[in-house]
C-alpha cells in the first residue's frame, strides 16, 4: 500500500513536470512577463481599454509566454497549453518554430550585417516579418470582432507580445556557424552544466535574466533608469531591433567562446562573464517593454471611424 502510495506520488510528479515548459524557445518566462509589465505601464488608456476589451480576465502578461507553449506542444515537449493561452489558442497552429528568431550570420568577430544580411537569413519567415504581420491585423481588428476574427486577434496580440520579447534577446537575433543561436555550444555556467544539458543559448535565455532578479514584477521594477533610456531613443522598426541585438550577440555572447564542439562543455563561464551580459539583458527586456507599448499604441490608434464602434 505504502508502495503504491508512493509510485502514484512520483508518477504524478512526473506528469507535473511534463507540463512544465522548458523555457528552451525564447526570454525565460519571467523575462517575457517583465517585458509585457512594462509595457503595459506605459499603454494608452484608449489602448488599455482595446486589449482589455480582446482579452477580457486576461492581461499581456498572462499571454506573454503562449507562443513558446504552441511550439512545445507541436515538438511534444508539453503535452498541454496552460489554461490560459488555451484560452487565446483552442486550436493551436503548427510551424511556428521558425517565427522566434532570425538567423544572422556572425561571419567573423567583425562582421557587421546589412538589413540585406538579415533579410537573407529571415527567409520570409523570421521574427522580423512576423511581428509586423501581427501588427497589420490588431489594426485591422474590430472590437465588434467575435468568434474565429477575435481568436485571430488575440492570437496575433500574444504574437507580437511574444516576438518583440523575442527579438530582443541576442542569440534570437545571431547564429554562428549553424549553432542554432548558441543552442550548439555546451557550457558551464557557475561551475555547472546541469550534466551537459547547458548550452549558451540558455544561459542567455533564462540563467543572466535569473541572477538579475528572481520575479518578472521585481524585473521590471529594477529597470527603470534603463526603460527612461529606451524611451528617449528614437523610434525604431523590427529590422533595427534585429541588427541592434545582433552586435551584443557577437561582442559579448560569442565572445572567447570557441566553436561548437558535440557535446563537449566549450567554454566556463563565470561571474566576469555575467557582470559583461547583465548590463545588456537589463536594456534590451527594457527596450522590448517600451517597444511593444509603442507598437500597441499604434496599432490601435487606427483612424477611429475606420473601425466600428
Ligand atoms: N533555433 C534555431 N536558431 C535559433 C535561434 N537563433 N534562437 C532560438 N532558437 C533557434
Ligand atoms: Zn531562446
Ligand atoms: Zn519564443
Not at 210 to 236: M, R
Request: aromatic share 6%; with cysteine.
Amino acid at each position: 500500500m505504502v508502495k503504491r502510495t508512493r509510485f502514484q506520488a512520483i508518477i504524478a510528479m512526473m506528469c507535473a513536470l511534463a507540463l512544465v515548459p522548458s523555457n528552451a524557445f525564447g526570454w525565460s518566462v519571467e523575462a517575457h512577463q517583465a517585458i509585457a509589465l512594462i509595457a503595459t505601464n506605459r499603454l494608452q488608456p484608449a489602448t488599455a481599454k482595446r486589449i482589455a476589451s480582446l482579452l477580457g480576465q486576461l492581461s499581456l502578461v498572462d499571454i506573454a509566454v503562449c507562443p513558446d507553449q504552441v511550439r512545445e506542444l507541436e515538438a511534444n515537449e508539453i503535452k498541454t497549453l496552460s489554461p490560459a493561452c488555451a484560452t487565446i489558442f483552442p486550436d493551436p497552429p503548427k510551424g511556428t518554430e521558425q517565427w522566434h528568431f532570425v538567423n544572422t550570420p556572425v561571419k567573423d568577430a567583425k562582421f557587421t550585417p546589412a538589413a540585406s544580411d538579415v533579410t537573407t537569413a529571415c527567409k520570409n519567415v523570421c521574427a522580423v516579418i512576423q511581428i509586423p504581420r501581427f501588427l497589420a491585423v490588431l489594426a485591422a481588428s474590430k472590437t465588434t470582432d467575435t468568434g474565429a476574427a477575435k481568436i485571430a486577434d488575440q492570437q496575433a496580440l500574444s504574437f507580437v507580445v511574444h516576438f518583440i520579447g523575442d527579438i530582443h534577446q541576442p542569440l534570437h537575433s545571431a547564429d554562428r556557424n549553424g549553432d542554432a543561436g548558441g543552442n550548439a555550444e555546451h557550457v558551464t555556467f557557475f561551475g555547472s552544466d546541469d550534466s551537459n544539458e547547458l548550452v549558451l543559448h540558455h544561459i542567455w535565455d533564462d540563467q543572466i535574466v535569473a541572477k538579475v532578479q528572481k520575479t518578472y514584477t521585481a524585473l521590471a521594477g529594477s529597470l527603470t533608469a534603463q526603460i527612461a533610456a529606451a524611451a528617449a531613443e528614437p523610434k525604431s522598426q523590427p529590422m533595427d531591433w534585429a541588427l541592434q541585438a545582433y552586435l551584443p550577440a557577437r561582442d559579448v555572447a560569442y565572445q572567447g567562446i570557441p566553436a561548437a564542439n558535440g557535446k563537449t562543455d566549450v567554454a566556463n563561464l563565470g561571474q566576469a562573464y555575467q557582470d559583461a551580459a547583465a548590463p545588456i539583458v537589463k536594456l534590451q527586456v527594457a527596450r522590448a517593454g517600451v517597444r511593444l507599448a509603442d507598437a500597441l499604441n499604434t496599432a490601435f490608434a487606427a483612424p477611429v471611424n475606420s473601425r466600428a464602434k
